[in-house]
Structure formats: C-alpha cells, structure tokens
C-alpha cells in the first residue's frame, strides 16, 4: 500500500518514539540487570510521550518489548533473567502514534563480549543495511533479501528463514512479507510511499529455529548465538527514509 504524506508524517511520529526507546533502553544495558527492567523503560517512554504499545496483548503478548538474549532469536518475553558479562540480546518494540505503527530492534552486547559475537552483531546489522539499501523506486521487493543474505552468508553466518520483514502501517504486520533470503522470483515492484520493517535474523550456525514451550520465545535449533536488526523505512523520490532512527 502507498502511504499520503499525512500518513508518512504519523509514521516518523512513531518511529521516532521507536527511536528513543532504542536509545533509553540501550543506556541501561549492562551485567545485573533483568530483561524487565528493559520492558519497564520502554514503557515509561511510551507513557511520556502518549504512544500506546503494539506489541503489548497483541495475541496475548505481556509486555512492551520482546528481550532475546543470546541464542534466541525473537519474541523473548521480559522477567526475571539476570544480564550477565558476555550475553548479547536483542530488543524488539513498537509505537503506535495516532493509528500509525513503527517497529524496530538492535541487538546489543552485555559487557565485553566475545569476538565472534562481536563479528555476528556487526555482520547482521551491516546485512540491514544492504538490505535497506535496495528500498528505492522501481527496484524489486526481493532484492531486499537476496542483499541481506549475500552479506551474512560471506560471512559464514546463515539467515533465518522461518521470520521475515513486513509491510507496515495502520498494523504492525500487513502484506507483503519481505524475506531476508532469496526466494527464487523478485517480488513486487517498489513504489514511492510504500513503508517496510525491515528485519533480517541471522543466526552463527544453521537457520533452523525451535519455539519454547511459552508458545513465544524462539531459539535456534543448535544453540549457536543469533541477532536480529530492524528498522521501519520508507520508500521516498530520494531514497529510502529511516523512521525509526536515533
């Protein structure tokens, strides 16, 4: 769908709301705290700045932010899991400004963290960026994912395949998705207004995923070390506008 530029200006509103919980959040990260203390920021920022959640009670999901430290991968729920030096996690949250949403992670360190943790964090952020890159008039949707996974996987890493990007507006998730891998045809032609989150998740060993038994949090199915960044970008004559940027 092609968004107005009333719709566009609501989008940046949340974004930037998505923005400073990233940055609130980030400040606080560091050995000792819990992965609640991290949903407890985040909701004092959308308190203050009168956005509602969208990830709180969607389908049931109790809080503000998905927390997914180390081998988990995305919907990891906040409670009492204790921080410690060497961990990485990922924090996932969204905004909702005036019935427009805005949906971003990062993936940060605990401490000093080991290099090849270092190497995943920097490869899969680095993949967002090849992949946001492609976001412009006339290029094709899939283009997206086939950026992403070039990157990650010259690295040795792989790309999950079971959780992709999307479409985003006046719902958190709409058509179409966006893989972060190459499925085998192009995908829809870009259009100026079109607004995307998104998302690769790139794991140290194989794609394959498991869910827990809390039917949310999802690992990777050999224990190895995943990360996961996000950002909600539109499609605009200059280029692709990040919405959720600091």
Known sequence: MRRNEDELTKMRRAGRVVAEIHERTKAIIR????????????REVLER???????????????TVCTSPNDMIVH???????LTEG?????????????YHGDA???????????????LLEVTERSLWAGIDQLREGNRLHEVGRAV???????????VRNYVGHAIGTAMHEEPQVPNYWPGNPGPKLKVGNVFAIEPMVNAGG????????????VTADGSLSAHFEHTIAITEHGPEIFTLA
């Open 31 to 42: 050995p000792g705290i819990t992965t609640r203390d991290i949903d407890k920021v985040s």
């Open 49 to 63: 700045r009168g956005a509602r959640s969208n990830f709180l009670n969607y389908h049931g999901f109790p809080a």
């Open 76 to 82: 990891g729920i906040p409670g009492d899991y204790v």
């Open 87 to 99: 961990d990485i996690i990922s924090v996932d949250c969204g905004a909702i400004v005036e019935g």
């Open 105 to 119: 992670a990062y993936t940060a360190p605990v401490g000093e963290i080991a290099a090849e943790a270092r190497r």
């Open 149 to 159: 996974q070039a990157v990650a996987e010259a690295a040795g890493f792989s790309v």
């Open 207 to 218: 794609p394959e995923t498991r869910e827990l038994a809390d039917g949310w949090s999802v």
